[in-house]
């Protein structure tokens, strides 16, 4: 363990990924957002700002550049009587917990630098060069990938062993900059937000972690990258058994969940502008407000990012893996041939036996390459689908929402968790 | 004839409106439908008028540009009695009366300049000229801007200069205006 | 005591009493043109007729006396057919030119036609044509057209000014308001007639076509041309006096007030200083306050201990009660100054009416700030005292000073010999090019303020619209020089400033009982509204 393995990398790791993958998107989110409800509306949405040249428009992409500036320069106003370091801890605790959860978001399976990986039963192995003492070491004993790869070959800030308790963990945070922020500012347009956010989020995180449970039962994993290379299995021999193939229920519910967790339309009661102002930060101006929408933004990113994890298969491409394209299960070594199996002997098999080989047989990078897009695709869809919702939706009433979080959405996920219990006890 | 009552029946929400997923996925096809017609179509399915680089063409029978009458010795008919200055809600109008020299006409207004940009073109001050002194007719204001392209423009002053340009002053009120035959005081004449 | 009954509602009134006023108590509001109630009764216009119970003919409301068991329609049909056609016989001759007429908007002609009359004339014969614009005095101008000749300003004439110059002329629909031959309406109180006037017909040069009246912004004030402090309504649109009008206040102007102080208005918006100054340079007024201060302490300490000895304090009779009382403090508590004097303007012509010789609106109320024996010195002898160079620096409030030609001349160059000469006024009057430090102050009708007059009645203005650039009112300088001075003047709010201005009044004034002054502090701040007037 030397300086650049312990500091630099991780460190480079949070800067790509927080800063130039969810903090990017998320900013480039505001003007998408503006963007997105003008088509809708058949409208040009912004267009107006320029650089250099007046002619120079880009469609309104300055408007970015120039919304960050006006954020900036604008008055930090605290109101008279609020209470001062909440008021200014609360956008930061709003931003904090959107951020943090992207340490465990998986942009790619571990890299491998052994010798080439193949798949058995849907799951990519990475065998060292040397085999050594492992050789003789039956494959089922080594299937946590975990024992031959490099740390820093993880394509994810940190692999927790249990990663999705740490999702909750941190969402569970989210609640303390809205209400932290409605008490602080001293409104009561404020304050009635930040109780509004605080009991929506808290109803709505009851649903949302109990329609995973189902997804943790059938994967039987709590490690985000391990819950995507169970994904990759075929189902029937041709289908890949991602999340929301095995768990359809649970997709929508948690995303509804979700969208309720992010006080996004038509979830957005905590900040109804009809009646609350602007809610929980009706009290804000300048970077102050900048931030709180920043983390609405990076919020939409993270949910669209544990959604693709969870049950759009991840950084999995459809039947891709490591070698190349495979179209069916038949062209793979079965799980239960993999109980019998030495490292060696599969190793000899993947290699030698042509029944083995891929469909369409692709270099490692570009595999590489093509899972990562294929993830920053899905989350990029996710946002899409999220905007167009909040664009499609009206808003709810709040007996509504509570509704249907706790009469609704609880029920159908613990009926979800019960039938999943029942098939996988019974098949 | 009474009135008569028409009962209506509530619509009934059948199953699967009141799961509201249908229904959302309908909506979500509506935006959808919106949205990508918007991205392949814009010159279709855009409907913004890109002020001031287009502009939508007024009808042929719009009265967008105000005149002030004149008597039938070409002096200005208005009396200043500011009805329409009081009137106006964009407060556009600036009158400042003065002394005429005949003692029969005794006020007129010295300065009366019409603010063409803050005028909303409602037409209340020609309701309210008692005198038919002022008319709104076939014309439209002119631009905000100065064109780039033209020897007025100056980048550093060029809205200071469209904005004075909006000032229009009794003169060139006039200019536009011709002789009115209505008689003070009503429609009746002696 | 006469009981009678009118619209069915009982009312007990003195004797004499007459309908109108008996009618005006019970709220009742009979249109009447001729009639005023500071002017004698002559029932011409005819506008008042109400059915009295009892009498074939209908009565005049402003002339019958009330008598007992009198009973008094004011609307019934009988009487509103009377009114609509007194109107239409009025408007037989009259030019209908209410677009161009000043008086619109405050014209009872115009009221009336809306209330009874609103049909189109039937005359078919072409109207009377009679004189325009004629310059009836130098202040006023006459329509013949649009008069009702309801002789309200002949009677002022006659009756109030006693200088009888206008007349009717001519008769029938061909009668005129005239002067008499070589006069012309000149006396002091001319341009009272306009306000009198009901109509259009008269005039006032001054106002004509400068504002149309629904425009004006009326605020209950005092007029400060002299030390009678006439009450008035002072007029103003975007923050600019248009006119002052008298206010009905029986303590001091009845309805009336003199053309000269009818015109002070203008003196409000002349030669404003805008902008605190220091040695020419412009600054805010916290950097003014803090400068300011500086400069005054280090001019007083240079002088070395007997320094606050060699500041002149000049109190101006022009500002009010709080600036002064204010001022006051901030001479003797942040400054150490005991030299007091007094500014203002000079004394001029003064008649038996109202006009007074001191043209200064509160002399009475700056005397009362000071305790009895320690008042402050008049100007003379702060002429002396530079002369003799016993004052180094001097503090002046208002840019007026009561001497006149060479003396004011040397004053001025006394001026240029001092170490520091402060302005706090809200006009230079040449004053501002000698003084190191300005502080612009607002005038009475930018600032709530107390006056005393000459006769020790006390009257409030009220905030007619904001301090104009950066201009504060006295007190507020005051304070805010004296905190930089370590000598905070505490009060914050005018109310509270006003109480303890009051209390350190009543003081003052209590070892001399029998001065005049003492009855300010029973004096009604709220002079009552014209109340049998329209």
Redesign the interface.
């Known amino acids: 363990m030397n300086f650049i393995d312990v500091a630099l990398i991780p460190l480079l790791k949070i800067g790509v990924i927080v800063f130039g993958f969810a903090m990017l998107i998320g900013s480039m989110l505001t003007l998408a957002e503006r963007k997105q409800s003008a088509y809708i509306q058949r409208r040009k949405g912004p267009n107006r700002a320029y650089l250099f040249r007046k002619d120079l428009r880009l469609n309104g992409l300055f408007h970015l550049i120039a919304d960050g500036l006006k954020m900036l320069l604008k008055e930090d106003f605290v109101p008279h009587g609020a209470n001062r370091k909440l008021h200014l801890l609360a956008p930061m605790l709003g931003l904090m917990p959107a951020m943090v959860i992207f340490a465990i978001v998986p942009f790619m399976d571990y890299a491998c630098t052994g010798a080439m990986a193949a798949p058995i039963a849907g799951k990519d192995y990475c065998f060292p060069e040397e085999l050594g003492a492992l050789a003789n070491a039956p494959l089922a004993e080594l299937s946590n990938p975990l024992f031959n790869a490099d740390l820093n070959h993880w394509f994810q800030v940190a692999n927790i062993h249990s990663g999705l308790l740490y999702i909750f963990a941190v969402t569970g945070l989210a609640v303390y900059g809205s209400a932290i922020a409605g008490w602080a500012s001293n409104s009561k347009f404020s304050l009635l937000g930040g109780l509004r956010a605080s009991a929506q989020m808290i109803s709505y995180e009851v649903s949302m972690g109990l329609s995973l449970a189902g997804i943790l039962m059938i994967y039987g994993t709590l490690d985000v990258n391990e819950l995507v290379r169970e994904q990759g299995e075929l189902l029937f021999g041709f289908l890949p058994q991602w999340g929301i193939v095995l768990q359809p229920l649970a997709f929508f519910l948690f995303l509804t969940a979700s969208i309720a967790e992010s006080k996004r339309a038509p979830f957005d009661m905590p900040e109804a502008e009809s009646e609350l102002v602007a809610g929980y930060f009706t009290e804000y101006s300048a970077m102050k407000f900048a931030v709180f929408s920043l983390g609405e933004f990076v919020t939409v990113v993270f949910i669209a990012a544990i959604v693709s994890t969870l049950f759009l298969g991840g950084w999995q491409v459809p039947w891709l893996y490591a070698d190349g394209f495979h179209f069916t299960a038949a062209s793979m070594p079965s799980a239960v041939a993999a109980q019998q199996l030495t490292v060696e002997a599969a190793q000899s098999a993947l290699t030698a036996n042509t029944n083995f080989a891929p469909d369409i047989a692709l270099p490692y990078w570009l595999v590489v390459a093509l899972r990562i897009g294929g993830f920053v695709t899905k989350v990029l869809l996710m946002c899409f689908l999220q905007l167009q919702f909040r664009w499609t939706v009206p808003r709810f009433r709040y007996d509504q929402i509570m509704h249907l979080g706790w009469k609704i959405l609880l029920p159908l996920s613990i009926a979800n968790l019960l039938i999943t219990a029942l098939v996988i006890l019974l098949v | 004839m009474a009135a008569q009552t028409v009962t209506l029946e509530r619509q009934k929400r059948g199953f699967w409106v009141q799961t509201y997923l249908p229904e959302i996925f309908k909506g979500m096809g509506v935006t959808l439908k919106h949205f990508f017609g918007a991205i392949a179509k814009p010159s279709e399915n855009i409907v913004t008028v890109s002020y001031p680089e287009e502009q939508r063409p007024y009808p042929a029978r719009y009265r967008g540009r105000h005149r002030l009458m004149v008597r039938e010795d070409g002096q200005v008919r208005c ?5 329409c200055s ?1 009137i106006c809600p964009a407060n556009c109008i600036h009158i400042e ?3 005429h020299d005949d ?2 006409v ?2 007129y207004p010295e300065t009366f300049v019409i603010d063409q940009l803050r005028c909303i073109v409602c037409g209340l001050c020609v309701e309210a000229c ?2 038919d002194a002022i008319r709104m007719d076939t014309g439209v204001h002119c631009s905000p801007f100065i064109a780039e392209d033209t020897d007025d423009f100056n980048a550093l002053e060029g809205e200071l200069r469209a904005r004075e340009r909006a000032f229009y002053a009794r003169d060139l009120l006039m200019e536009a205006g011709d002789h009115s035959r209505a008689v ?3 429609r ?1 004449s ?1 | 005591m006469p009981k009678c009954k009118i619209n069915g509602k009982s009312i007990t009134v003195e004797r004499g009493t007459t309908i109108i006023q008996a009618a005006a108590e019970l709220g009742f509001d009979i249109p009447h043109f001729c009639y005023h109630p500071g002017l004698s009764v002559p029932a011409n216009c005819r506008m008042c007729l109400v059915e009295v119970k009892g009498a074939r003919k209908l009565l005049p409301a402003c002339y019958t006396q009330v008598s007992d068991k009198m009973e008094v329609q004011t609307d019934s049909e009988r009487v509103v057919q009377s009114r609509r056609a007194v109107l239409e016989f009025i408007l037989v001759n009259h030019p ?5 007429c000043d008086q ?1 908007g405050e014209c009872k002609l115009q009221d009336y036609y809306m209330d009874y009359d609103t049909q ?1 004339s039937r005359l ?1 014969t ?1 109207k009377v044509s009679k004189v ?2 004629y310059p009836i005095g130098p202040e006023v101008v006459y329509d013949g057209e649009r008069c009702i000749l309801c002789t309200r300003c002949v009677r002022f004439c006659d009756e109030i000014t006693g200088t009888n110059e206008l007349t009717v002329v001519e008769r029938g629909d061909r009668s005129e308001i005239r002067t008499f031959p070589g006069r012309e309406l000149d006396n002091n109180y001319s341009m009272c007639t306009v306000d009198l006037c009901p109509v259009g017909a008269l005039t006032s040069r001054d106002f ?3 504002c ?1 009246v ?2 004006l912004k009326s605020t209950d004030s005092i007029c400060a041309g002299c030390s009678r402090g006439c009450s008035i309504h002072m007029e103003q649109h975007r923050s600019e006096v248009q006119r002052y009008r008298p206010r009905y206040n029986p303590e001091i102007n009845d309805y009336w007030m003199c053309d000269a102080g009818r015109l002070s208005y203008k003196e409000l918006h002349r030669d404003r200083m805008l902008k605190p100054l220091i040695n020419g340079a412009a600054y805010t007024w916290p950097q003014v306050a803090e400068k300011g201060a500086a400069l005054l302490r280090e001019s007083i300490d240079a002088l070395g201990e007997e320094g606050a000895d060699k500041v002149g304090f000049v109190f101006s009779p022009q500002s009010s009660c709080e600036g002064l009382y204010m001022a006051r403090r901030f001479a003797e508590e942040a400054l150490g100054c005991t030299r007091h004097y007094v500014g203002g303007r000079p004394h001029g012509d003064q008649d038996d009416f109202l006009i007074q010789r001191d043209k200064n609106p509160n002399r009475n109320g700056l005397l009362l700030q000071f305790p009895r024996g320690q008042r402050p010195q008049p100007f003379e002898q702060l002429l002396a005292d530079m002369e003799s160079g016993q004052i180094k620096i001097l503090y002046m409030m208002g840019s007026e000073v009561p001497v006149e030609g060479a003396q004011a001349e040397r004053f001025r160059e006394l001026l240029r010999e001092l170490d520091l000469f402060v302005l706090q006024a809200p006009r230079g009057d040449g004053l501002d090019e000698l003084a190191r430090v300005i502080l612009p102050a607002s005038t009475h009708a930018e600032q709530r303020g107390t006056y005393i007059n000459c006769d020790g009645v006390a009257q409030q203005t009220r905030e007619a619209f904001k301090p104009l650039g950066s201009s504060l009112p006295d007190w507020q300088i005051a304070m805010k020089l004296a905190a930089r001075l370590g000598a905070p003047l505490t009060t914050t709010f005018i109310a509270k400033l006003q109480e303890e201005m009051w209390e350190a009044m009543k003081a003052n004034a209590q070892p001399a009982p029998e001065a005049p002054e003492a009855e300010t502090t029973e004096a009604d701040d709220d002079a009552p509204e014209e109340a049998a007037a329209p």
């Open positions: 009396v200043a009695c500011m009805c009081t009366a003065a002394e003692p029969s005794e006020k008692p005198c003070q005081g009503g009746r002696f | 209908v030119d209410c677009p161009i619109a189109e078919r072409p325009k614009v004509r076509f400068k149309r629904w425009l």
